[in-house]
């Protein structure tokens, strides 16, 4: 009875040797996990996700913080170079108003375009300067390249000045075109939008005017100081009728672009407040 029972044992081991042998032969062949496996895999990830939540979280907020960094250091160095930029137009532009050395003559009023409609663009500019500050209607405003155009209407703290380029009757102003030693008289007709220049017609087809003649203020019938430089000529020839002749002159000053300006309080010739109150 005992030889059977441990014969019994010996099969029985021998059984569950085999059977574990083929588990583990299964196993390795399935694509799939039994149970246990899956638990003790989950398991595992579970500990890994709470390990590398947080290494992830940090790494990621470092990351952040050198990326932010680099982003900020590139947004300081474009800031810098517009600044810098900015710096050099002003430089460039005070170099310019020092070299007027005669503009102390009008005892000039420095003031700066505050406003400007898109629609009037070309036609009109608002100053932060007015009656308060001495400013009358017909005084000259003008920056370092030269006249820009005259005041229209003056309120207690800022004025509308009409630009050359307005094609407004007050836009007709009376000019000296310096040839040689010679002056020959003109009115500006219009502003030629198309090429941005000023058109004077109507010149005696006698009169002999260059390209790159310099073009002034008459100081005739504008109430303006004379001599205020306006431009060069570009280009002369005759009108569609072949009776007279048409000169194009650029502006010295950017009409398109104006920040800065001066206005003229008097007229040099005789030393007294050069406008006139219509």
């Not at 044992?9 to 062949?29: D, E, M, P």
């Not at 950017?254 to 005789?270: E, G, M, Q, R, T």
Request: glycine share 6%.
């Amino acid at each position: 009875m005992q030889k059977f029972f441990k014969n019994n044992k010996l099969i029985v081991v021998f059984c569950a040797v085999i059977i574990f042998i083929a588990l583990i032969g299964l196993s390795l062949k399935s694509q799939t996990q039994s149970p246990p496996e899956q638990y003790v895999g989950d398991s595992v990830s579970l500990g890994q996700r709470v390990v590398s939540y947080p290494v992830n979280f940090v790494t990621g907020a470092i990351n952040n913080l050198f990326s932010s960094n680099k982003t900020t250091d590139n947004n300081k160095v474009k800031q810098l170079e517009a600044k810098n930029e900015k710096l050099e137009a002003e430089n460039k532009d005070l170099k310019k108003e020092l070299d007027m050395t005669d503009i102390s003559k009008y005892d000039p009023i420095s003031g700066a375009v505050i406003a400007r409609n898109a629609d009037q663009w070309m036609n009109t500019v608002i100053i932060d300067k007015g009656k308060k500050d001495g400013v009358k209607s017909n005084m000259a405003v003008m920056t370092a390249e030269g006249l820009v155009g005259r005041v229209t209407k003056v309120n207690q703290f800022s004025a509308q000045v009409d630009l050359l380029s307005t094609n407004t009757r007050t836009g007709k102003l009376s000019v000296n075109i310096q040839h040689d030693s010679k002056n020959v008289f003109g009115l500006i007709d219009h502003y030629d939008k198309k090429n941005q220049e000023l058109v004077i017609g109507n010149i005696n087809n006698k009169d002999k005017i260059s390209k790159g003649d310099k073009v002034v203020t008459s100081g005739l019938a504008d109430q303006l100081p004379s001599d205020l430089y306006i431009g060069e000529v570009t280009k002369v020839e005759n009108d569609e009728y072949g009776l007279a002749k048409e000169v194009s002159v650029k502006t010295g000053a950017n009409l398109s672009d104006i920040s800065h300006v001066y206005i003229a309080k008097k007229d040099p010739d005789n030393g007294t407040d050069e406008s006139r109150d219509n």
